[in-house]
Each structure stands twice: as structure tokens, then as C-alpha cells.
């Protein structure tokens, strides 16, 4: 059985910081990794989404990476700003219907 | 073009009652997923339908859980005789094709069930 693991589950840095958040699994066979935000009391928004034959993604200021022999993926994020304070999900699409969470980073970004 | 569309976004019941979530997907996608957050936990997934047909269940507790998806309107969850145990946040997401080809699945606000 698949089991995503995140750590660590909160993180707090100041405004301007690169951090970067990580994503282990268990189970390498993989359709494809997704990292999602989620704001309190909201719903999730897609980041990025890595195929298994991929290595890594971009959008602005995120980059996700994957390596699926070592089980982990990493979210990359450049000059954090406030507004990025929220809840980050990966998520891996097995040969299931689902999709298989972790239990999320609850990233604080300091003025 | 409007995303996931979830309601009610609150709903409040007593023990023993009974909760409707409704979901229409984004315009042009055929295939449902539900899955529930607990508090403190990760999402988990619950079920995944097309239009009249419930593809995987696996993830829907065997009693008083039910989801159907038809040909006209909205997807509904619904729990019956419901428990404090059941309260939790029920997401809704969709997608064009089946997850399995590697498209991005959308996620709806979420219902957030509280059982009094």
C-alpha cells in the first residue's frame, strides 16, 4: 500500500527565503506526483503535476522535482512571499482511481 | 468557465440525521472523485464515478455511505443516520478523462460536515 509521507508538517521562515518541502513514498510505481496548495477553510489548487517519466516542473517561482528510485519528490520555492502561506499537498496517482495525499506542510511566511 | 461546484459549503446536523453533498464538476468532465478530510489528517479518497456508473468504491465505508453520479445534475454523497465521527470536510474533484492518463484533476471548496 502506497503511504506519502511529508515533512516537516509546519515551517516557518521569513519573507524572501528559498525553502524547499519534501514528499517520501513508499511505492515507485507511480502514474504521476502532484503538489497542491490549500488555504484554511478552502478547497486545493494544482500547483504543478510531474509525469512519471519526468523529472522536474516549473511555474514562476515553484519548481517540483521527482525521483522515483529514492521515493521522494521536492517543492521548490524561490523569494517566498507572505501570500504563500498555506498548506502544501503532494499527492501520487497510482494504477488506482485515487490518489494517494500526505498529510500536507503548514508553510508560515514571516513579513 | 466555472470550477468545481460544491454545496451546501456548511452543513450542520444532529446525530441520527441525514447529510446530501452535491457536486457539479467543471464543464466537460465526466469523472467524479470524493474524498474526506479529517480533522488533523490527509485526504482520502472515497469514491470515483462516471456519469450512471460508480468505477471504484474502495475507499467508501461499507454502511450508511452511498454516491451516485447521474446522467442529469449533480453528484451526491450521502450519509445516513450520521455520527459525530463523520464530521469532516468532503472534497469534490473532477476530471476530463480518467486520472490514469495523467491529466490534472480539479477540486471543488469542499462541504464541511459538523454533526452535533
Known amino acids: 500500500k502506497q503511504e506519502v509521507t511529508q515533512i516537516p508538517a509546519a515551517l516557518s521562515v521569513p519573507e524572501g527565503e528559498n525553502l524547499v518541502l519534501n514528499c517520501s513514498f513508499t511505492?515507485?510505481?507511480?502514474?504521476?506526483l502532484q503538489w497542491f496548495r490549500q488555504d484554511p477553510g478552502k478547497g486545493l489548487t494544482s500547483l504543478l503535476l510531474i509525469q512519471s517519466s519526468q523529472r522536474e516542473q516549473t511555474s514562476g517561482r515553484l519548481n517540483a522535482s521527482l525521483d522515483k528510485s529514492s521515493g521522494r519528490s521536492t517543492l521548490y520555492i524561490a523569494a517566498s512571499q507572505p501570500g504563500d502561506s498555506a498548506t502544501y499537498l503532494c499527492?501520487?496517482?497510482?494504477?488506482?482511481?485515487?490518489?494517494?495525499f500526505g498529510t500536507g506542510t503548514r508553510l508560515t511566511v514571516i513579513p | 468557465n466555472a470550477g468545481v461546484m460544491q454545496n451546501p459549503r456548511h452543513l450542520v446536523r444532529r446525530r441520527g440525521q441525514e447529510a446530501r453533498l452535491r457536486c457539479s464538476p467543471m464543464k466537460g468532465h465526466s469523472h467524479v472523485y470524493w474524498y474526506r478530510q479529517l480533522p488533523e489528517e490527509g485526504l482520502k479518497f472515497m469514491v470515483y464515478?462516471?456519469?450512471?456508473?460508480?468505477?471504484?468504491e474502495s475507499g467508501m465505508p461499507k454502511e450508511r455511505f452511498s454516491a451516485e453520479f447521474p446522467k442529469e445534475g449533480p453528484s451526491i454523497l450521502r450519509i445516513q443516520q450520521v455520527v459525530r465521527g463523520d464530521s469532516a470536510a468532503y472534497f469534490c474533484?473532477?476530471?476530463?478523462?480518467?486520472?490514469?492518463?495523467?491529466?490534472?484533476?480539479?477540486f471543488g471548496e469542499g462541504s464541511w460536515l459538523t454533526v452535533v
Open positions: 511505492d515507485s510505481a507511480i502514474y504521476n
Open positions: 464515478l462516471q456519469k450512471e456508473n460508480i468505477i471504484d
Open positions: 474533484a473532477s476530471s476530463p478523462l480518467g486520472t490514469a492518463t495523467g491529466n490534472t484533476i480539479y
Open positions: 499527492a501520487l496517482k497510482t494504477g488506482a482511481n485515487n490518489l494517494f
